[in-house]
């Protein structure tokens, strides 16, 4: 395992099965956190390149159709997301 916190396999080895088991979560959780904020960019940037026509951001407010479009990127990436998900769910019971 590779981290900031430079942690020695030897240190890992010295930990007890609980701690052991309680570090692979904590580094499993991070590494979620970590692909859930770069899918967040990713879609940001994308919205963003798709509904920003404008060259400047001058009103320092979206307007309507900015608004609409930026909504309605986000909810197709979320529905192609979920469904996904659930395409990949139902395929986990037919191996």
Do not use: P, Y
């Not at 309680?22 to 959780?29: D, G, S, Y």
């Not at 909810?75 to 990949?88: G, I, K, P, S, Y």
């Amino acid at each position: 395992m590779s981290s900031a916190l430079n942690l020695d396999q030897a240190d890992i080895e010295r930990l007890n099965d609980s701690d052991k088991g309680e570090l692979r979560q904590f580094f499993a959780n991070e590494e979620q956190k970590s692909k859930i904020q770069s899918q967040s960019h990713a879609l940001t940037s994308l919205c963003w390149k798709k509904c920003m026509t404008s060259s400047t951001f001058r009103s320092g407010a979206l307007d309507n159709g900015e608004k609409a479009c930026l909504a309605n990127c986000v909810e197709r990436f979320m529905d192609v997301n979920m469904a996904t998900v659930r395409q990949l769910a139902g395929m986990g019971g037919r191996h």
